[in-house]
């Protein structure tokens, strides 16, 4: 596997630990990925406008989703091509297309249009689609969030590089999303290159590891059963107890309703305060960003061998 870092193609003379960017390696895929939860608890002024970015591309989606309007629903999600500037994520070898394009725009239509969660303004939270919808995960939720904060990014890479004297070159960049308009646009921007390649940089702040969405999901799903479905006579009624003294037991209702995204929008529309207090009590407090001694891991080579 071969390796070269931002720093080190550019002569930086500095580690992640001194940058406030990924230090990405540009030559192979970086597991790490954009995560809107923690733009949406940072108090950065570039993340405040992430979030707002965010909110308006979310709403105007619903909005269209609920009006029923193909054209509208197409024209907003016209945008949504597999980012590979940042060098996040699976992008270097995964198929071409087979990412948020072709195959993601008419499932995520789908699940908008048929989640009740979502027709019921429960979930109104762009970040918390990932408990929801199906074939949401770390990196689809990652690539999305990517092309809507593009422009962010793209001011943020401008900024890096005039701190650090990165050289930058005029490059066309498609599907920029103009939250003024809630369009698409095409415009030329100065960005830094690798072999011609342009390269956005990636706050080191907002980026998550691979799979803490599934470990989101995962908590959420015991969280209801601890504190809502195990007080719930109607639906433990049919359940048979395994637990001593015919006790019932956290696995038989796990057993009778196994962990699924449309269980879990079932729950939340049952249980009305169900996703308000897991996130205040549960997931609010495992939000964080990661440290440099993560980050590095991931994208260093033998990190863990030279700090051993």
């Known amino acids: 596997m071969q390796y070269l870092n931002i720093a080190t193609h550019y002569g930086l003379g500095k580690d992640q630990r001194e940058l406030d960017f990924v230090d990405v390696n540009l030559k192979n895929d970086n597991l790490l990925f954009i995560d809107p939860r923690l733009i949406e608890i940072s108090n950065a ?53 087979n990412s948020i394009s072709k195959k993601l725009k008419p499932k995520l239509i789908d699940a908008i249009k048929n989640n009740k969660a979502v027709q019921s303004g429960i979930l109104s939270h762009f970040a918390d689609i ?7 995960s770390s990196d689809r939720i990652s690539d999305i969030t990517t092309k809507i904060i593009k422009s962010n990014l ?19 960049q498609k599907d920029i999303f103009n939250r003024e308009n809630l369009s698409w646009e095409n415009k030329d921007v100065l960005l830094p290159y690798y072999l011609g390649v342009p390269i956005i940089f990636v706050p080191k ?22 504190n809502f479905l195990i007080y719930d006579k109607d639906l433990i009624v049919d359940i048979t107890p395994t637990g001593k003294d015919g006790e019932l037991q956290l696995k038989d209702i796990k057993s009778k309703y196994p962990c699924s995204k449309e269980s879990l929008s079932n ?35 033998n990190y863990n061998e030279d700090v051993a």
Not at 154 to 172: G, L, V, Y
């Open 267 to 301: 729950w939340i529309l049952k249980y009305g305060k169900l996703l308000v207090d897991y996130k205040s009590e549960i997931l609010n407090g495992k939000i964080r960003p990661l440290s440099d001694f993560e980050i590095m891991q991931i994208v260093y080579q």
């Open 130 to 136: 990932e408990l929801f919808i199906e074939d949401i």
């Open 205 to 226: 702040e907002i980026v998550r590891l691979e799979f803490m969405a599934n470990s989101n999901i995962n908590c959420f799903y015991r969280f209801a059963i601890r």
């Open 45 to 97: 002024p570039l993340s405040k406008k992430m979030q707002k970015n965010i909110e308006m591309f979310w709403a105007e989606l619903i909005k269209l989703v609920r009006a029923k309007d193909t054209k509208g629903i197409t024209r907003i999600l016209s945008g949504m091509k597999e980012p590979n500037e940042t060098k996040l994520g699976y992008s270097s070898n995964r198929i071409k297309g």
């Open 154 to 172: 793209i001011e943020f890479t401008q900024e890096q590089c005039k701190i650090h004297n990165i050289p930058m070159s005029n490059f066309h």
